[in-house]
């Protein structure tokens, strides 16, 4: 069984730029399609961005279009989000997650991480 640790959370001001990597370990973590999610204070968690399990096709939610984007690096079991341009209301606790045959909902992904607080400053 994967097991995920998020980190390169904190604060950031409005506009800045965050990388936050995720590595795995107790799995063949290239056999993972893997993904990002968030949740908000008082919201539901709500999906960020998913890459296939060799990298070669990526999705992101319509919010974070532009914006983010999911690399990953198989040899160093890790995934990253790369954020740019944030803004404040998305400030939330960012979660990485795995899973055999993933996709854009919660429930596609058995496996996933404690989170990292993002604080973006307005």
């Known amino acids: 069984q994967v097991q995920l640790v998020e980190s390169g959370g904190g604060l950031v001001q409005a506009g800045g730029s965050l990388r936050l990597p995720c590595v795995a370990s107790?799995?063949?973590?290239?056999?993972?399609?893997m993904g990002w999610f968030r949740q908000a204070p008082g919201k539901e968690r709500e999906f960020v961005a998913t890459?296939?399990?060799?990298?070669?096709?990526?999705s992101h939610g319509d919010p974070v279009k532009g914006r983010f984007t999911i690399p990953r690096d198989n040899a160093k079991n890790t995934v990253y989000l790369q954020m740019k341009s944030l803004k404040h209301e998305e400030t939330a606790e960012y979660y990485c997650?795995?899973?055999?045959?993933?996709?854009?909902?919660?429930?596609?992904?058995?496996?996933w991480g404690q989170g990292t607080q993002v604080t973006v400053s307005s």
């Open positions: 997650a795995a899973a055999s045959v993933g996709g854009l909902r919660l429930s596609d992904y058995p496996y």
């Open positions: 890459i296939s399990r060799v990298g070669g096709i990526t």
């Open positions: 107790g799995g063949t973590f290239r056999s993972y399609q």
